[in-house]
């Protein structure tokens, strides 16, 4: 079986307790850690051992979990948790796996961890592809599929219901969200820098005043959302001097 290893936030000291309660509970869940401090947690949710799922709250007073999740969620899948049904649009537009309004049932713990656990198969299922360095889609033309190359793949461009595949070789529009290529896709070479842009890090050349100019001569604009998690990306290959 694998293991998800989990991880919780809430200062709240109760709310952490119930969750290690449902995790311990349920099997292939491993609690790793938890924390009342959200800045203290950050390290965690950042490392190399980041775990699988973090279950994170979101109104905490030394750091919001909306403010924590666009600094980790590159790391960790997030589920929210809150006693506010407002924030929920919001915890999605942060791209939440789950959210989960308190007090939590374990009923509805356990239908999210069903849920995550579905995403892993799936996952599993894209080895193949993934580990060949190629993906197929549908094209506009019925019954047609194009292979498309990781390497090939310049940036992809949202359009309301349908994508754009800009490639070294042309572009191809395929019937298929943002979401679905930014969750298939491998990190870190791929990233998403705005909410209409999904960038092969390989083909950046310049990076300048909030823009991203592609070796293919299109200039792309950073999402304030995105900018910060795309730059500290960018800041782990640059070469420092010690001077």
Do not use: W
Request: aromatic share 10%; hydrophobic share 40%; proline share 3%.
């Amino acid at each position: 079986m694998n293991i998800i290893s989990c991880y919780v936030v809430d200062d709240e000291a109760g709310a952490i307790t119930l969750l290690k309660e449902y995790i311990e509970r349920t099997p292939g869940l491993e609690l790793i850690g938890s924390s009342i401090d959200p800045v203290a947690a950050l390290d965690d949710l950042t490392s190399s051992n980041a775990p699988d799922i973090t279950f994170l709250d979101v109104d905490m007073r030394l750091l919001s979990g909306m403010d924590l999740a666009g600094m980790v969620n590159l790391y960790t899948t997030v589920v929210f948790t809150t006693a506010f049904s407002q924030y929920a649009l919001q915890a999605f537009e942060k791209e939440a796996f789950d959210f989960l309004l308190k007090p939590i049932t374990y009923e509805r713990f356990a239908k999210c961890i069903q849920h995550a656990k579905r995403k892993r198969k799936l996952m599993a299922k894209n080895d193949y592809p993934i580990r060949e360095d190629f993906f197929n889609i549908k094209s506009e033309t019925k019954g047609k599929m194009i292979k498309v190359k990781f390497n090939e793949l310049i940036y992809i461009e949202g359009a309301d219901n349908y994508i754009h595949i800009h490639t070294t070789a042309g572009k191809h529009t395929t019937y298929l969200t943002m979401k679905d290529m930014e969750s298939f896709l491998p990190k870190p070479l791929f990233a998403r820098i705005h909410r209409s842009f999904l960038i092969n890090v390989n083909h950046v050349k310049v990076i300048e005043r909030g823009q991203i100019r592609m070796e293919n001569g299109y200039n792309l604009v950073m999402g304030d959302y995105y900018k910060k998690r795309f730059l500290d990306l960018m800041d782990e290959h640059l070469v420092k001097t010690d001077r």
